[in-house]
Each structure stands twice: as structure tokens, then as C-alpha cells.
């Protein structure tokens, strides 16, 4: 395998890595919180560096459709998880930050963006942009990361001054994700020629040829996209019932009642610079 994907150290994944690692390490205080952080660190390490990050940028796209999945199903959210409230709060304070993610929250227009990026990064025309220049793969890779955080957004119901799903609005939510962010999966599946000419030595590496490979990557897809999605709609939904808490009910937090304050003022400020006299 050496030969077609040979070795080399990916100095700017290990870096991020070691970043991400100490900061979600540093933000869990429970056991459960360091497994959450260990297993996103290395999560990330290993679809980005070497083999999986270089077969997934030139070789396969089964590998590169898993690379993708880990980082929006797995990564993102935990990482979403581990980050404290304020350091979102001050993230989304400014008025423009405050007014995107306002409106990505809202469940269709995040299903909406989720299938568009999500569709996007595998298309032959970022895959094999990816293959021929590390730039386009960063891209490409920054765009899987944009998708996870937006499909997050109303998943999680981290984000202050969003709008919250009940536990049932959740479920749902990720339901109907499940289904649309493998949109090209059907036209994998039942494809009889290769659409990314930027892969090469499938069979090589992986002993796939390129259909099989690109068929198998439509199988992934599905299947790595409804187990994760379907167990968390069912945690989520169930566990509401656990704790007693009505599945129909949309939870009410501190910081959303200071966001909608801060939109409050923000609005009156509006009003009296428009009514000023010239």
C-alpha cells in the first residue's frame, strides 16, 4: 500500500489534533465527558492522517464517504458537546453571527443547507478537485465540518437564542436528516461507470475496482448515516420519557432569554437611528 499511498506525516492535522484534544479535555469534568473528548480527538486524528486522509482524498471514495460521516456524525457533535455555553454565546453574539445561526436552526432551512454541502463535497467535482490539490481538499473538508455544525444546530439545541426542538421535534429532526444528507447514494448504488476520475489504484489499495468501490461508498452512505442518526433519535426521545420530561415540551435556557434581550435593544437602536433627523 506504501507504494500508491506512501507515508508522510500530516503536521497540520497533529497540531489541530493536539488542539482539539486539550480543549474538550480541559471542558469535561466527568468520566463521561473524557471519553466524549478522547473519542472526537482521535476520531479526527485517524480520518485525517495517514492512510485513511490519503486514501480518502485520492484513492477511494467508500474511504472518503466514511472520512466525511465521522467528522459530521461523530466529531462535530461531540466536540459541540464538550464546548461551554459561553464560549458559544460569544461566538453568536455579534449581530451578524447571531442572525445566521438564528435562522440555520430552524429545521428546514438546516435540512436544506445540510443536503446542498453535503451533496456538494462528494460530487466528481470536489472529489476530484480534492485529488489534485491540497487546497480544494482543505476546502472540501471545511465545507463537511460547515454541514456537520448546521445539522447540529437544531440537533443539539446548544446554540443560544436558537429555536429549540422538543425531544420529539428532535427525533424527528434527525429522522429526516438520515434520509436527505445521502442524496447520491441511489446513483452510486445502481451506477455502471466510475464518476471520479481523480481516484485511482482502487484496486491496488483496496483490491475494489472503481465501480465497485463507487457502489460500495453508496452502501456506506446509507447505512452510515441512518444507524447514528436513527440510535441518537431514539436516545433522545426515549430519554426524555426517562427523566420524566414530556416528549412535547421545548426546553427554555437562561442564555436564550439574555439573546432575545440583546435582540430586544438591538432592535430599539434600529428604530431610533432610523428616526433621527439628517
Known sequence: MTRYVPFHWHLAVLAVTVLLGLFTWVHSDTRRQRAEALVATASFFIVLSWPIGDISRSVSLSVAVTQRLVLMLLVVPLTLRRTPMTYLEQITRPALCDAVVRRVSHPGVALLLVTILGTWTVTPIMINWGAHSVFGHVINLVLVVVAGVILWIPGLGCFPGTRR???????????????????????????????????????????????????????????GAYVPLWAVAFYVFFHAEDQGIPVEDTPLHWADVERELLRVDRARARALRRHQPS
Open 165 to 223: 426542538l422538543s425531544a420529539a421535534g428532535r427525533a424527528g429532526f434527525l429522522f429526516a436528516a438520515s434520509l436527505l444528507v445521502t442524496s447520491l447514494s441511489f446513483v452510486w448504488i445502481f451506477s455502471t461507470h466510475a464518476f471520479y476520475p481523480g481516484l485511482h489504484y482502487q484496486h491496488e489499495v483496496l483490491h475494489l475496482t472503481p465501480v465497485i468501490d463507487q457502489q460500495f461508498a453508496g452502501f456506506v452512505a446509507k447505512l
